[in-house]
């Protein structure tokens, strides 16, 4: 019978915990406005200040009255639009709670290639005989190396 008033007080301890740590987590999502992150408004990426030149080069730069942040920075597919937006903004709060991000911000190589399937989803068929291997000698095609200000304007 021991045991069982121990099991009784590690459930305990661990409902706690679990509550605790769900109350902080509830209240860190209502705080930086969470859900903002779920929609297609570009302005939720500017909740926090780091994205704030982002920001001002997008609506500045050609693309603007065609892509929001989610038409280039997301997957399009619905499971793969959740999990990538899940993943940055675990990525980016940790990085702003921390401040351990490099400035200027640079996209990782994985969402770089997100960046680059939605430039040739959009652009396909306008690049398909550019984008296609012409010999042994072909490297993938690098959209944002030659058009860097098309998605944040010059100097970003």
Same mark, same amino acid.
Not at 11 to 37: D, E, H, Q, R
Not at 82 to 91: D, F, I, P, S, T
Not at 124 to 151: A, N
């Given at each position: 019978?021991k045991?069982?008033?121990?099991v009784?007080?590690s459930?305990?301890v661990l409902?706690m =915990?679990i509550?605790?740590l @769900?109350?902080? !987590? !509830?209240?860190t999502? $209502? &705080?930086?406005?969470g859900? *903002? $992150?779920f929609s297609?408004?570009? @302005?939720?990426?500017?909740?926090?200040h780091i994205m %704030?030149?982002?920001?001002d080069?997008?609506?500045? *730069?050609s693309?603007?009255?065609?892509?929001s942040?989610n038409?280039? /920075?997301?997957? /399009?597919?619905?499971?793969?639009?959740?999990?990538?937006? *899940? #993943?940055?903004?675990? =990525?980016?709060?940790?990085a702003?709670t921390f401040?351990n991000? /490099? +400035?200027?911000?640079?996209? %990782?190589p994985k969402? %770089?290639?997100?960046v680059e399937n939605?430039? =040739?989803r959009?652009h396909?068929? &306008?690049?398909?005989?550019? @984008?296609?291997p012409?010999? %042994?000698f072909? #490297?993938?095609?690098?959209?944002?190396r030659? /058009? +860097?200000?098309?998605g944040h304007g010059?100097?970003?």
């Amino acid at each position: 019978m021991k045991w069982l008033g121990a099991v009784s007080l590690s459930a305990m301890v661990l409902s706690m =915990l679990i509550g605790v740590l @769900t109350g902080v !987590g !509830g209240y860190t999502f $209502y &705080f930086a406005n969470g859900a *903002a $992150y779920f929609s297609n408004d570009p @302005t939720a990426c500017v909740n926090c200040h780091i994205m %704030r030149d982002q920001y001002d080069g997008w609506q500045k *730069a050609s693309h603007h009255a065609f892509a929001s942040c989610n038409d280039c /920075h997301v997957p /399009h597919d619905l499971v793969g639009k959740y999990l990538v937006k *899940a #993943e940055n903004g675990y =990525l980016h709060s940790k990085a702003f709670t921390f401040e351990n991000f /490099h +400035e200027p911000i640079r996209m %990782r190589p994985k969402s %770089r290639a997100v960046v680059e399937n939605n430039c =040739l989803r959009c652009h396909g068929q &306008f690049v398909s005989q550019i @984008t296609m291997p012409q010999d %042994r000698f072909y #490297e993938p095609i690098d959209c944002v190396r030659c /058009h +860097e200000s098309v998605g944040h304007g010059p100097n970003q």
